[in-house]
């Protein structure tokens, strides 16, 4: 693969003034021609901004990178002047923010660049079956090493990072954009036949019942919890115990590792349960939990690290064996739950009693269904608003089995995004877009630009 091909497989580019992003362009060896830009056999310079210039092979890289990204450049000597003006005026607002930064004391370190470009360059060397050929494009590209290359990429990420950081501090007292009904309204009209179908989607709430073992095989599993307790207290090593003893097919092979959690969860880091985050919380790193029961079992959590709002640490999950009994007394209890809602009984009341703290009580926002496990879609089915479905089935991260009953609350079949749908978000965009503008432009009348292409 050239590299002009892995190019058009990572780079993404968006108009830092509508959306800083940090995007890492790779320049390519040659320019685009016919249909691209050439360099000038003589550079010239296309643009001055304060003390810095732009020249024409900065400008004609930037169009080609984002021609090699997906950018239909026109065919006419006309078409391909109004583009190159267009990218022109974003590497001006690219520039102005770059020597803006000092005045906002906005500064990028080594290390906030090294582990970007150390994935990039992992991401781009992947798509080569040897270091050779590697090495090949990368001279292809007018790249005299993989070295020169990695420096030509801290360079460029460690500027698009400045810009960034620098469009985000100037955001906190820009003054927001306000935006009409009209314009969201002609925002919609311009978008709607390009916007992709709305998928079928479901609201709903849940309650899940969890299987109970027995008193004497929750007896075992706490007589054994506790023996590992005593061995790490005498100095096991907390990681090898996990390995050795710990239920939880999530971590285990991890020595128990539960990495970074926050109170209450993260995006992409789901809430722990209760009685387990209010324990790791109250630990000192080193420190071990007495045993934590929760509806997964016997837990044993050491904190390794704390930083402020998060925690770092790990855990040891013995779940008592569930037998088939066990499981039978589960969905009883869960038809009961079904019976009792369809009559009316109180949700609150229902999840006080039946529901497992440890699973979340529905999806109150539209869930698009094909994205649902498989357990739920069978069980919803052709269910409409309001209706309850018989309990079924869920298996937990120690093996055993749960009951899910759920209501819908509402189920809307797929078709064409509406205005009202779209409005809120179409509203926002529009100011940010208007606000980063408007900024953009005070910071121009601000800063002596001087534009000669």
């Known amino acids: 693969m050239s590299l002009k091909s892995v190019v058009a497989l990572i780079f993404a580019v968006a108009p830092l003034g509508v959306a800083a992003q940090s995007i890492v362009p790779i320049p390519l ?9 050439v360099v000038d056999t003589v550079d ?22 984002r021609r090699a990204a997906g950018l239909q450049l026109p065919a006419d000597p006309a078409g391909q002047l109004a ?16 020597d803006k930064a000092p005045d906002v004391k906005v500064t990028v370190t080594d290390d906030d660049v090294a582990p970007q470009v150390d994935a990039q360059i992992k991401e781009v060397r992947s798509h080569f079956k040897s270091d050779a050929e590697y090495r090949t494009e990368l001279k292809a590209a007018g790249f005299g090493s993989p ?54 989607s479901v609201t709903f ?51 128990g590792d539960l990495g970074w959690n926050r109170r209450g969860g993260s995006p992409g880091q789901p809430a722990l349960v209760p009685a387990f985050e209010a324990m790791m919380f109250s630990l000192r790193p080193g420190e071990l939990s007495p045993l934590v029961r929760t509806s997964y079992g016997y837990h044993i959590i050491r904190v390794d690290r704390v930083q402020p709002g998060e925690v770092k640490a790990r855990h040891i999950l013995i779940a008592p064996t569930i037998d088939s009994s066990d499981v039978h007394i589960a969905l009883l209890r869960a038809d009961t739950v079904a019976a009792k809602w369809r009559k009316g009984a109180n949700f609150d009341s229902l999840v006080a009693k039946y529901h497992d703290p440890a699973e979340d009580k529905g999806v109150l926002l539209p869930y698009p269904i094909d994205s649902l496990p498989a357990a739920y879609k069978t069980a919803l089915g052709d269910l409409k608003n309001d209706d309850v479905t018989a309990p079924f089935a869920l298996t937990s991260p120690g093996g055993g089995t749960k009951y899910a009953v759920v209501r819908i609350i509402d189920r809307t079949a797929e078709g064409q995004y509406s205005l009202p749908e779209e409005r809120e978000l179409i509203r926002s965009q529009l100011a940010g877009e208007k606000q980063a503008r408007a900024l953009l432009d005070k910071l121009r009348r601000e800063t002596y630009v001087s534009l000669r292409l």
Do not use: C
């Open 29 to 37: 060896s040659t320019h685009l021609a016919p249909q691209g830009l």
């Open 205 to 255: 709430r849940q309650i899940v019942v969890p299987t109970f073992p027995s008193r004497q095989e929750d007896s075992v599993a706490r007589f054994k919890a506790e023996s590992i307790l005593v061995e790490l207290h005498k100095g096991a090593d907390f990681a090898e115990m996990a390995k050795k003893y710990s239920m939880d097919p999530s971590t285990k092979d991890v020595g």
């Open 147 to 200: 070295e020169e290359y990695r420096r030509s990429l801290f360079d460029q990420l460690r500027r698009r990072l400045t810009q960034t950081k620098t469009f985000s501090e100037l955001q906190k007292t820009a003054k927001p954009a306000s935006v009409t009904e009209e314009e969201v309204t002609a925002a919609f009209d311009k978008i709607k036949d390009r916007l992709q179908k709305r998928p079928a």
């Open 83 to 98: 583009v190159a003006r267009q990218v022109l005026g974003d590497l001006v607002d690219e520039q102005i923010l770059i």
């Open 44 to 65: 010239r310079v296309v643009a001055v901004v304060g003390n810095s210039v732009i020249t024409w092979s900065d400008l004609a890289e930037e169009v080609n990178q």
